[in-house]
């Protein structure tokens, strides 16, 4: 159908599929801050070195894409953002969404600045239906 082909976005006949950018700021060892695109992100938390938990809303039950790039000014740095677990995704609770900061194999923290910070694109789901992968 025409119409299908033209609407933006994953295709299926149940998704409803939603997408966020969240921004956060690290702050070394302490609370980190962030702005988010839409009032999806419950908090953001430092678990450990480097590892920053995003606390969804909201239940979901599919996480379909998450993206997390580290972006600095600074030159002189070695530092890319990764991936880490989801938890608690069709469970009834919040879903939690981990990433890490890292150089080389280890997780590192880095200081306060507002030209530093992780920008994590999200893209859930309220249904556990999938995408269609035609």
């Known amino acids: 159908m025409a ?5 933006p976005g994953p295709k ?12 956060v ?12 695109s839409k009032d999806c992100v419950a908090s ?23 993206s997390a790039l580290y972006c600095s000014t600074a ?3 070695d530092i890319y953002a990764q991936g880490g677990t989801m938890a608690n995704l069709g ?5 939690v969404i981990t990433v890490k900061l890292k150089t080389a ?3 590192v923290d880095v200081t306060a600045d507002a030209a530093k910070f992780i920008s994590v694109g ?10 269609h992968t035609g």
């Open 105 to 107: 194999a280890n997780n």
């Open 75 to 77: 030159d002189n740095e």
């Open 44 to 66: 953001v938390a430092r678990g450990a070195t480097g590892v920053f938990n995003i606390t969804l809303q909201d239940e979901y039950y599919r996480i379909a894409h998450v």
């Open 25 to 36: 700021y690290p702050n070394g060892t302490g609370v980190p801050t962030f702005k988010s």
């Open 3 to 7: 119409s299908e082909k033209l609407r």
């Open 122 to 131: 999200i893209i859930f789901e309220d249904s556990d239906t999938l995408l």
């Open 12 to 23: 299926g006949f149940e998704g409803d599929p939603k997408s966020a950018c969240v921004l």
């Open 91 to 95: 469970t009834g609770t919040a879903a």
